[in-house]
């Protein structure tokens, strides 16, 4: 039975209704989303952003016998309230280093407390007594004053925030993700391209790529766990060391590796391959010569977004201890480190007030970071692809 021209246009009419209330759903997914992130970027910045300025004072010095002991006693005492603990404990080792400065003087800007700190930045005040007076006394002295904070990039963890820095995660997570992409990368490559170009078509091999199709998806600290009883327990690998979390990440980046180098052999085009028989080159020789080079630019955006999830993981490298206190820079791949996701950690669970925007400031460093690897694999990408 045909239908009315009425009816046929009811029905369009709430077709059209249904798509239009669809792309308005959508559209306001979006936007939420865009909002959200909008925030958090926002509160990141409104709260990282200090802690790339640091409070200095300036102090009048005098290198006595009584401050060789007691690097306090260096300073004029009032003003000494207000210094880092940092710098009084260096004073010591300064004059024990070079005892020419015995009986000597010189004025030297120093890093100044934490609660200085946050007074300038106009955060909680918990300076006491007249210390406030005074701080305002020397700020319009000149005396005390925000400067770019070099200590937060040219020192490792801290007990006192002031002194604290990410030197020694950085350096912790430089050398794990170089044993990750040691590990990870020619190991993934290699499965890749015997499961995509030599390996027969059997169920042992279904059961592989569906195995690490799994593992790409199951949670990270699993990874850490599995580290934690092979890598640790059962081999020795020294806990808290680069060595075993770049291992424990190297699990964690290989199905990644993997499935990125799969989907770039198969985008190079049969004809390639069929060419490179056609003239006599062994399977090997078609592979290495023309296939490889073809699918590398896929081959290194896969690794780079693998090498940047890596870089961004914290569970499995708490299992494994890398979020031991580290001031200074591990000086193997052996010793005890941490990483920077791990250091982030740490200072989030400090109750001091300046570990806050240590925190944030920690947080836009690795974002930064992790931008940039992104976009460079994005760059890589649309610059060596080639469409076929």
Known sequence: MSQSFDVISSQLKKRHRRSARLKWISMSALGLAGLFLVLFFADMLGKGLPAFQQTYVQVELEYTEEASRMGRAAMDPEVARLVSRTFERLIPRMIRDNPDLLGTSET??????????????????KLRGNEPELVDELVEAGRVDLRFNTTFFSRGDSKMAESAGILAAAVGTVMT????????????????????????????????????????AIPSILFGLLGLAIFINFFGVPRSSPLVGGM??????LPVIIIATR??????????????????????????????????????????????QAMGETAPLIIVGM??????????????????????????????????????????????ILIFLNASA???????ERRW
């Not at 056609?278 to 090997?284: N, Q, T």
């Not at 193997?332 to 240590?358: C, D, M």
């Not at 994005?378 to 060596?384: A, C, G, P, S, T």
Request: charged share 15%; proline share 6%.
């Open 108 to 125: 030297r800007w120093v890093l100044a407390k934490s609660e200085v700190d946050q007074y300038l930045k106009g955060h909680a005040n």
């Open 378 to 384: 994005v760059l890589l990408r649309k610059k060596f």
């Open 177 to 216: 993700l170089l044993v990750t992409l040691a590990i990870a990368f020619p190991i993934g490559v290699m499965t890749a391209v015997y499961l995509e170009e030599f390996a027969p078509d059997n169920r042992l091999t279904q059961l592989i790529e569906i195995n690490i199709n799994n593992l790409a």
């Open 263 to 308: 989907t770039a052999l198969r985008s190079v085009p049969d004809s390639i391959r069929h060419a490179a028989f056609g003239v006599g080159c062994s399977r090997w020789q078609v592979v290495r010569d023309h296939v490889l080079p073809l699918a590398m630019p896929g081959i290194m955006t896969g690794s780079i977004i693998g090498l940047a």
């Open 323 to 368: 979020v031991a206190f580290i001031p200074d820079v591990s000086p193997s791949f052996t010793q005890a480190a941490t990483v920077l996701p791990a250091q982030i950690f740490t200072w989030a669970g400090e109750p001091e007030r300046a570990f806050v925007e240590k925190t944030a400031g920690g947080i836009l460093v690795l974002l930064a």
């Open 248 to 253: 424990t990440l190297a699990l964690m980046t």
